[in-house]
Structures are given as C-alpha cells and as structure tokens.
C-alpha cells in the first residue's frame, strides 16, 4: 500500500508535468499558425528570387544535373570513378541558397 503523502505528492506532481506538457502543446500550435499566418503575407508582397526565378530549386551546380562526379581518390588519369554527387544526393537539383528554398525573398 502506498502512504498517503505519497498519492498526494504524486498527483500533484502528475497535474504540474500535464499543466506542462499542455501549455507546450498550446504554444507550439499558436507558433506554427503565427508563423504560417506570416509566411503566407510576405509571400504575397515580396518579390520572387532572382536565382531560382521563384521555384525554390535550382540545377545542381557541382555535378551540373547530372547527379553523378567523377572523382579519384589519387590523380590518376587513367583510372577514374563516377560517385554519386554529395551536394544534391543524386536528385539533380538543389536548394536555393539565395532564398533558402522559398522562392521569394
């Protein structure tokens, strides 16, 4: 049997972590839809990125779209190792650095 101060002192505690837990989860949502509510006027007004003429993406400039590199561990002309591109991870494109992936700024 548990003592009674224990019972006490748990549910006390229980009500404080939930109150807690709670008040995050409220925050959190009030967050995003501020943030959601503010990403969508700016959108509205700001012109789209120069860079990426809006789209968010662009071709991958180190392997030039073609999602692979050719590399060599050692210069040898001879021997010479196509690997997949470790700036877009073979997917072509890339993130926008100017806009960060927006399209506007």
Do not use: H
Not at 46 to 61: D, N, Q, R
């Amino acid at each position: 049997m548990i003592p009674k101060s224990l019972q006490v002192l748990g549910t006390s505690a229980t009500i404080i972590f939930g109150g807690f837990v709670t008040l995050n989860f409220a925050s959190t949502i009030t967050i995003g839809a501020l943030r959601a509510v503010t990403e969508a006027k700016r959108k509205k007004v700001a012109a789209p990125c120069g860079s990426c003429k809006g789209k968010g993406f662009y071709k991958c400039k180190l392997c030039k779209g073609n999602a692979t590199i050719k590399w060599s561990p050692l210069y040898d002309p001879i021997f010479i190792n196509p690997c997949l591109c470790p700036t877009c991870d073979g997917n072509r494109v890339q993130r926008c650095l100017n806009c960060l992936g927006k399209g506007f700024y």
